[in-house]
């Protein structure tokens, strides 16, 4: 089993250039060497989640719902692998950045163009909801590009699993509203900081919302540096 830094990750995966840094993991580009196929790489230091509660949780969770998902729109996990230390997430390698970057380097979109993402996104939205996977974090950060300019919703670290109503849950009752508050504040929905509970489908689709409007106009309905005003 080798560590990143010996660029061999067991005798499978190529390890590259960091892609990016988070709080609790760092993302490097690396290639499967039976295929030359190209991977993200998460790694995860397991000391660094041990120390934080709730964490070893939440990554077993982000495991179970990306397991859960197969959608040419939603950013595949392919294995995830683990030594005493790490813990290793192998994703499909999504080129093209974030939306994000997109609005903020040309601002409002061509209405074609945002038409396709947003149709795109919503169908990921709508699988996810089908499998009973609330993101509860949707924002053009986590929205990423493809080298064919087609949209993949990524980062389900913040995400919510409950049973569809087909496989048993029931739909409505008390027992499907959530109660945690998370999510980025310019795109989390008014219901979700009530502390009464919440739909986690409607929840998301107000943030699919926010998201169109960023895409049309080029900036968020919502903008206020304090963050309690904000809410208010």
């Known amino acids: 089993m080798e560590e990143p830094n010996r660029t061999v990750l067991f005798d499978k995966y190529t390890i590259g250039k960091l892609l990016g ?52 729109n939603v950013v595949e996990l392919r294995e995830v692998m683990a030594t005493k230390k790490k813990i290793f997430f192998v994703m499909e390698y999504v080129n093209g950045g974030e939306l994000f970057e997109m609005i ?6 061509p209405e074609d163009l945002a038409r396709k993402y947003f149709q795109q996104l919503i169908s990921a939205v709508d699988f ?6 609330f993101h509860r974090d949707i924002k053009p950060e986590n929205l990423l590009l493809d080298g064919e300019g087609d949209l993949k919703v990524s980062d389900f670290g913040l995400s919510a699993l409950m049973m569809p109503e087909g496989l048993g ?13 998370c999510g980025t504040p310019a795109y989390v929905a008014p219901e979700v900081l009530r502390n009464k509970g919440y739909d986690g489908a409607m929840a998301d689709i107000w943030s699919c919302g926010i998201v169109l409007y960023a895409l049309l106009a080029g900036f968020l309905p919502f ?8 809410y208010t």
């Open 128 to 133: 996810c909801h089908s499998r009973g996977v």
């Open 104 to 109: 903020d380097r040309d601002g409002k979109l």
């Open 223 to 230: 903008i206020e540096e304090n963050v309690m005003t904000l």
């Open 21 to 72: 840094t988070g709080n609790f993991a760092k993302v490097y580009h690396g290639t499967e060497i039976s295929t030359a196929d190209d991977v993200a790489i998460k790694v995860i230091k397991k000391d660094h989640v041990s120390k934080r509660r709730g964490m070893m949780e939440q990554i077993e969770r982000e495991i179970s719902v990306m397991r859960l998902l197969r959608h040419p």
């Open 169 to 181: 849950g029931r739909r409505g009752s008390s027992e499907d509203l959530l109660h945690t508050r």
